[in-house]
């Protein structure tokens, strides 16, 4: 049973800094391509950052460029989301998605994804 387990959410201030973090059993996870989306309330899931299998490819949104970055440990199974220069409109819940993709390409869409985790919440107060 494949599982990805997000942690590190929490509440912050703007300016801030957060680590997320999302484990991953039940794949084989170096040959999957690993993303982070975020949903705020009343708004639609949107793409944040992602990197292909080998991590040598990276692509973010624009709203967070320069301000967050996607890595993973493959050894460890494990793929963060290091935030920093957090703003109010960051506030959202973030998950964690694998996509079995051994191309450098990183896929954009939620459906373009097959697991995704539950979720974790981030909050930053201004």
């Known amino acids: 049973q494949v599982q990805l387990v997000e942690s590190g959410g929490g509440l912050v201030q703007v300016g801030g800094s957060l680590r997320l973090s999302c484990a991953a059993s039940g794949l084989s996870f170096t040959t999957y391509a690993m993303a982070w989306f975020r949903q705020a309330p009343g708004k639609e899931r949107e793409f944040v950052g992602g990197?292909?299998?080998?991590?040598?490819?990276?692509y973010y949104a624009d709203s967070v460029k320069g301000r967050f970055t996607v890595s993973r440990d493959n050894a460890k199974r494990m793929v963060a989301l290091q935030m920093n220069s957090l703003k109010p409109e960051d506030t959202a819940v973030y998950y964690c998605?694998?996509?079995?993709?051994?191309?450098?390409?990183?896929?954009?869409?939620?459906?373009?994804?097959?697991?995704r985790g539950q979720g974790t919440q981030v909050t930053v107060s201004s």
């Open positions: 990197l292909s299998w080998n991590g040598r490819n990276t």
């Open positions: 998605a694998a996509r079995l993709s051994l191309s450098d390409q990183v896929g954009t869409g939620w459906n373009d994804y097959n697991f």
